[in-house]
């Protein structure tokens, strides 16, 4: 069975700081993992995904993320965190042919 | 706007009332997905359509139903509202099931049993 796991309920960075929410997974084969951002009151917005090639994939609002195989994280990133970011995160994996487990989520607060 | 539309977004239910909720997503996506989330629970996937025509369960579907009802809609009833079924649900859409273009979401319905 394939699982996700997001260590932090909570990160907090100052605005300009760099931010990074962690994320672990565990799939049979290949992953497609992904990362989602959720505002109050709203669904889930994609935010980026690996699904192959380089490790380093970029996404939406200045955010990227790192795929290590060998120790399975997908670590998201953002060199200067704004106030706007604050926000809920979700990280997600499936595996080909299957469909998407997701974490629990990791709240980024930033203060100005 | 293109996209997934719920409806409707909030509904308080009596123990024991019946409803549906609707989704419909004008994507031509394959796949389409019922998540119920709950506070310091993650999302928990209720039921999904991989395909039309195919519904199948997922983690949590005690208590739920659903209906493909064709390419662009799916449904999930309460036949029998009970307390414990108090959440914010949130209907999906993606290409294929692996959501190889990541899933999107609807903007949730938020539901209260009393």
């Known amino acids: 069975a394939q699982s996700v796991a997001q260590p932090e309920d909570q990160v907090n960075v100052a605005e300009g700081n760099p931010l990074t929410v962690k994320c672990t997974y565990s799939v049979s084969g290949n992953p497609y993992l992904f990362w989602y951002v959720q505002y109050p009151n709203r669904g889930l917005q994609f935010l980026l995904k690996?699904?192959?090639?380089?490790?380093l994939v970029k996404g939406s609002y200045g955010f990227e993320a790192e795929f290590n195989k060998s120790q399975t994280s997908f670590h998201l990133k953002k060199p200067s965190a704004l106030v706007s970011d604050s926000a809920l995160y979700f990280c997600a994996v499936s595996a080909y042919a299957g469909k998407s487990t997701f974490g629990d989520g990791t709240t980024l607060t930033v203060k100005p | 706007n293109a996209g997934v539309t719920q409806t409707p977004k909030f509904q308080v239910l009596k123990t024991g009332q019946s409803m549906t909720l609707q989704c419909a997503q004008d994507?031509?996506?394959?796949?389409m997905y019922w998540y119920r989330q709950d506070p310091g629970m993650g999302l928990r996937l209720i039921y999904y359509s991989a395909s039309e025509g195919t519904t199948d369960k997922g983690e949590v579907p005690n208590g739920y139903n659903v209906s493909r009802l064709n390419k662009r809609e799916f449904s999930l009833r309460l036949e029998s509202a009970a307390p414990s079924q108090t959440s914010v649900y949130f209907c999906?859409?993606?290409?294929?099931?692996?959501?190889?273009?990541?899933?999107?979401f609807g903007s949730g319905t938020r539901l209260t049993v009393v």
């Open positions: 999906a859409s993606s290409e294929f099931v692996t959501g190889g273009l990541g899933y999107t």
């Open positions: 690996y699904i192959t090639g380089d490790n």
């Open positions: 994507m031509n996506h394959n796949s």
